[in-house]
């Protein structure tokens, strides 16, 4: 049986965050991913390292502080793998954000950035219009510029798997969890790899299993209520269209939700959608309607393509899931805040859920707080707010 202060379940970006964080904090770590290390929602969503200026609608101010504080810290920190992109917000006649609304919002971004370089906007000039190449220009009122990041969330979410491991913590890829059993004190994970079954034997229990994560929670022993947690998939489509340097942020027409058309690997990529999901499938694929709703928005702004012509440009699509808490709100208004809980019965286990990529060390932090309440302080090994990040090597 192996040995371990803190067994992790889940390597996406909050699992190896926790693992990058616990392992610089002294702690014994063990992380187990039942595929390959960022592989889920972590390297299938927009790829943004941003504040999230649509969460201001929604008023979640210390979500957007904390996250513009993350992408600072990542922009200094994580040079080779974060890099901030001009965002363009094109307001038309028919627009339902107004753009005395962007204005006052871009404002309130600027303002929780600590008025950051990166928090500044302008109008832009009539003149410059054009440099949106292809945009519809008809019916535009007015044209915002501001500023955020983006990542490889893949490179990114190794980076920091890797720089876990570099100081001490054991990571074991395609080993499903199948068991987590109450011992006295402790804990007995069960594992199976390559139909060979391992025990770890530890404290504490942090379950980082993103979509899967309510199926993890079924699996303690003694058992515990379900999650209240829904999962919506959302999906994106990369199209053959040589990139821009720069990001758009449209108004969808049909339902006026907020999608992205970034550059990615000098193609172009659109999403994303919010559609409800049932149960956690192996992998999340695209839907045809997904598809069509990307399609006919960047058709909608880029006249110039037909809905069936940027069908043929599709080079793939791809497809995540984001955890969100359960309530009546609909999808795009619920908060996009990490949801910590743990039963009364499993006082050792945590279960991570939701959040964003951009605050995963917010969250690695609450969870190193939550283990050392337990388990007590170690000597430290790196201080975690000083760790910087580099591409991950090769495997
Ligand atoms: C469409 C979409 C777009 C997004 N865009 C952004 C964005 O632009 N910026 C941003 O900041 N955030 C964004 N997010 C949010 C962010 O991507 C997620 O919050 C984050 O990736 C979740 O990471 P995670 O570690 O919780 O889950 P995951 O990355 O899904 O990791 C969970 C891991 O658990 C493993 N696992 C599951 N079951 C088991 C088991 N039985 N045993 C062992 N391992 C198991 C899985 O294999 C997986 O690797 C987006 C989310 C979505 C869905």
Known sequence: MKDADVVIIGGGILGSGVAQCASAAGYRVILVDKNKIAKATSSNSSKLIHGGLRYLETAQLKLVYESLSERSFLLANAKDLVRPVKFYIPVYQSSQRKPWQLFAGLSLYYLLSGFNRYGQFRRVNRKEWATITGIRQEGMIALFQYWDAQTDDY?????????????????????????????????????????????????????????????????????????????????????????????????????????????????????????????????????????????????????????????????????GARVLPKNSFNPYKRSRETMMKVYPEHQNVVTILGGKLTTYRVTAKQTLV??????????????????????????
């Open 155 to 319: 490179l990114l979410t190794s980076s920091v798997a890797q720089s876990a491991q570099e100081m001490g913590a054991e990571i074991y890829e395609n080993c499903n969890c199948t068991k987590i059993e109450k011992k006295g004190e402790s804990y007995v994970v069960e594992t199976e790899s390559k139909g060979e079954i391992v025990k770890i034997n530890a404290k504490c229990v942090v379950n980082a299993a993103g979509p899967w994560g309510t199926e993890i929670a079924k699996k303690l022993v003694p058992r515990v209520p379900d999650l209240e947690v829904e999962l919506v998939a959302g999906s994106h489509v990369l199209l053959d269209i040589s990139a821009s340097d720069h990001i758009l942020y449209l108004e969808s027409h049909q339902d006026t939700r907020v999608v992205f058309v970034m550059p990615w690997y000098g193609k172009t990529l659109v999403g994303t959608t919010e559609s409800a999901v049932k149960e956690a499938p192996d992998t999340f694929k695209a839907s045809e309607n997904e598809i069509q709703y990307l399609c006919e928005i960047y058709a909608h702004y880029f006249e110039q393509y037909s809905y069936q012509e940027l069908k043929s440009l599709i080079i793939r699509t791809f497809c």
């Open 370 to 395: 939550w283990l050392e309440k337990r388990l007590g302080k170690r000597t430290q090994v790196a201080d975690f707010d000083k760790i910087a990040l580099t591409k991950p090597k090769a495997n």
